[in-house]
């Protein structure tokens, strides 16, 4: 009954009405791949700070003060960066429209002959090729977004800028806190702190990576372990780091 049940819901969203209702919504953008990427750069990042302070024999303030100038900074920095790809993506393809409009209404038939080789290459030949060629050439609108999708690779949704970097800047906050979160309980020892901070931030790196797991169709144990390892080796790095600094140069 289990092991059917995964094959009757398909069925079901296969249904005629099922599928015009999911085409008449159109494809939307998920932000859910934004909020995993800043969830696992807020972890990492911020982590690799507090390793690095206390493998440099740094007091607790510092953990908190560099830990939290890096999560504003560099989480406004990714955000950023987000928005701009995200906006580089948008003005790319309303160029790529524009010039496409006029290489329709300049060269009509060497753009026909684009489509033509274009389903050629995907198996139409004969009768099927001609009247694929000119359904869609009959249709301005969908003969641009033929040439876009199909010769250029162009994404005809690309996601909005602001939600990108919104997403990307909140993920990164909220994950990003976590490592922070045991040095701002009062009365807690250096060593209970770091450790603390260990156990919060690898539970952190393992869930934020079965979510990737989930946004990639991946195992999510899988996903989760590899993030998991990734931020160890970050945090194992500044740590060595920091205290192969401490003892070059003397901190005490």
Request: aromatic share 8%.
């Amino acid at each position: 009954m289990n092991a059917t049940a995964p094959d009757s819901s398909l069925h079901t969203e296969h249904e005629p009405g099922r599928i015009r209702e999911r085409l008449e919504r159109g494809h939307r953008h998920s932000y859910l791949g934004d909020a995993v990427l800043g969830g696992i750069d807020g972890s990492v990042t911020t982590f690799a700070v507090v390793a690095g302070t206390v493998g440099g024999g740094f007091p607790a303030s510092v953990a908190i003060v560099l830990g939290f100038a890096n999560l504003l900074a560099d989480g406004f920095s990714m955000a950023a960066s987000n928005f701009q790809a995200s906006k580089t993506e948008r003005e790319q393809l309303e160029r790529a429209r524009q010039h496409e409009e006029h290489h329709i209404a300049t060269v009509p038939e060497g753009e026909r002959e684009e489509v033509r080789q274009i389903y050629a290459a995907k198996g139409f030949s004969g009768e099927a090729l001609e009247h694929a060629v000119e359904t869609i050439t009959s249709d301005e609108r969908l003969w641009v977004d033929t040439m876009l999708t199909d010769e250029l690779g162009l994404r005809l949704t690309p996601p909005g800028p602001f939600r990108a970097a919104l997403a990307t800047f909140a993920a990164f906050l909220l994950v990003g806190l976590i490592p922070l979160l045991p040095y701002l309980v009062p009365g807690l020892d250096s060593q209970s702190v770091f450790t603390a901070s260990c156990v919060m931030t690898g539970a952190a790196f393992f869930v934020v990576g079965s979510v990737k797991g989930h946004v990639l169709g991946m195992a999510r144990w899988r996903a989760g372990l590899e993030t998991f390892v990734t931020g160890a080796i970050a945090a194992s790095l500044a740590y060595l780091v920091g205290a192969w600094l401490r003892a070059a140069f003397g901190i005490s």
